[in-house]
């Protein structure tokens, strides 16, 4: 059983499909430099023709008409709409764009889910200091501002920042994503501050000046894991379990949802970590200030996406080293009786999402949900029979209706990464996620549905003529 109501979507990125890196006065973004230079992305591959969806929307649509979707999550380009990042140069051929993107998913009766950030900063605000800059928050307000302003009288969902919590860490600790800094211990915690403090600051802009006409909801897009302790009877393991969720969903959920400022296992775990390293300054991570925005309430949704689930030990910091690593002191273990998915790191495990769920809800105080990403990898040969997705997703779906069902979570919506294989990232096109099979060796860059596109569809069908599964 779902409500009737029930949002069936598929998601995507600017930047994973759209191509057209320099069209049409597009400025380029923190990824368009970083998959240039060597060694960054498998293959050496980049995002200057992706899925080429900018030239290509048409079939696009074609691709979410043949799945019934009722929404679909789209992000739009920083750079493609202002190429400097800041508003007095706007990039009309951009607007125009997603004007059309916009009009004509309403016209099929389809209803946009816009993500104003999903990964890809104008390269000229990195040059000016990027999330590592205070000044990144109003910048990211003004930009805000722009998009409600232009496309806020038909789109009704907003999501201000995907994932922060990837974001910082792949970007600026790890260095595997862009900007491809490893300043260990440090700098994430900074960007994931000034992300928080820009996401604050475009939803009150929303709520003061755009929500009483334009009647939409904005939100940030939470990413989790379900952590369980390796050793349930073993305390170690139970408290590393706890970190673990403050490190990754708390970091950001909790000073939105439940006090306005971050979990004090994170920072406890932080300050201690310094003071046993000698670490001489300030708290490495940082306190929202009397001039910040209000952070507490700024999401009138929870959006989670959700790939996999870890079993935690505790132990696994380096003592000696400052880093995001030591502060966190555990280790992620897979389960071997998990089966992996395309990608190393995806352990197969529906059931964690309505463990995580469950968690959410009484974590969060119930608060309505929309699993935002949810997907299945491919690698090596192409398999368009590819009924391990299915039962991937039929699992899924399954457990979601539980959570609803059986659990009482709020789900109000469904989301499945991606629509069509694109530009996942340091992967390149080597990972697949789609519901439609493209190629990017052929030059048409044609799209063909998965037989998981076509079971997707059937469901999405007999929920939205019944309202309940057949």
């Known amino acids: 059983m779902f409500p009737p109501d029930f949002a069936w979507g598929a998601a995507t990125s600017a930047f994973q499909i759209e191509g057209g890196w320099q069209a049409d006065g597009k400025g380029p973004s923190i990824w368009d430099t970083f998959c240039h230079e060597k060694g960054n992305v498998f293959g050496d591959q980049t995002g200057d023709v992706a899925c080429n969806s900018y030239e290509l929307w048409e ?14 999550r789209l992000s739009v380009s920083w750079a493609r709409l202002l190429p400097d990042g800041m508003t007095q140069h706007v990039n009309q051929r951009g607007v125009q764009y997603y004007n059309r993107v916009i009009n004509d998913l309403l016209a099929c009766n389809v209803s946009p ?25 109003t910048l990211f307000d003004n930009y805000a501002k722009f998009c409600f302003q232009t496309f806020g009288d038909r789109v009704k969902f907003w999501i201000t920042i995907n994932e922060p919590h990837i974001c910082a860490k792949l970007g600026y600790e790890d260095g595997i994503h862009a900007p491809g ?55 170690a393991d139970i408290t590393a379990t706890e970190r673990e969720f403050a490190f990754t969903l708390g970091w950001f959920a909790w000073p939105v949802f439940v006090t306005g400022d971050y979990p004090e296992t994170m920072r406890f775990a932080i300050n201690s970590q310094s003071q046993k390293l000698g670490f001489d300054g300030t708290s490495r991570l940082p306190t929202f200030s009397d001039d910040d925005p209000f952070i507490l309430g ?14 935690v030990k505790a132990g696994g910091g380096v003592d000696q080293t400052l880093s995001m690593k030591s502060d966190l002191d555990a280790k992620e273990v897979l389960d071997p009786s998990w089966p992996i998915c395309g990608a190393p790191w995806l352990a197969v495990v529906p059931h964690g999402l309505r463990k995580l769920l469950r968690y959410i809800k009484d974590t969060f105080h119930n608060p309505m949900v929309y699993i935002t990403e949810n ?72 799209r063909t549905m998965y037989r998981s596109g076509r079971e997707y569809a059937r469901i999405i069908s007999k929920y939205k003529t019944s309202g309940q599964a057949k």
């Not at 816009?114 to 928050?137: M, N, R």
């Open 298 to 311: 700024t999401a009138d949704f929870f959006a989670l996406n959700y790939y996999t689930a870890r079993k």
């Open 375 to 446: 997907g299945f990898s491919q690698m090596g040969p192409v398999q368009i029979e590819d009924w391990e997705r299915w039962e991937f997703y039929s699992s899924t779906i399954s457990e979601v209706a539980k959570a609803i069902q059986e659990d009482g979570v709020n789900v109000r919506g469904y989301f499945a990464w991606s629509l069509m294989d694109n530009f996942e990232w340091a992967d390149g096109f080597s990972v697949r996620f789609g519901l439609f099979h493209v190629d990017p060796s052929d030059a048409e860059l044609s």
């Open 181 to 235: 800094l490893k300043e260990k211990g440090t700098t994430a915690y900074l960007v994931g501050h000034n992300m928080l403090r820009a996401h604050a600051k475009a939803w009150h802009s929303y709520n003061s000046e755009y929500r009483a006409k334009q009647k939409g909801a904005v939100s940030l897009a939470f990413n989790s894991d379900w952590f369980e302790p390796l050793d349930p009877s073993c305390s």
């Open 113 to 137: 889910m816009v993500t104003l950030y999903h990964f890809d900063l104008p390269q000229a605000l990195h040059d000016l200091g990027g999330w590592k800059s205070p000044e990144i928050a």
């Open 59 to 72: 079939k696009d649509l074609e691709c979410i008409q043949q799945l019934g979707l009722t929404h679909y």
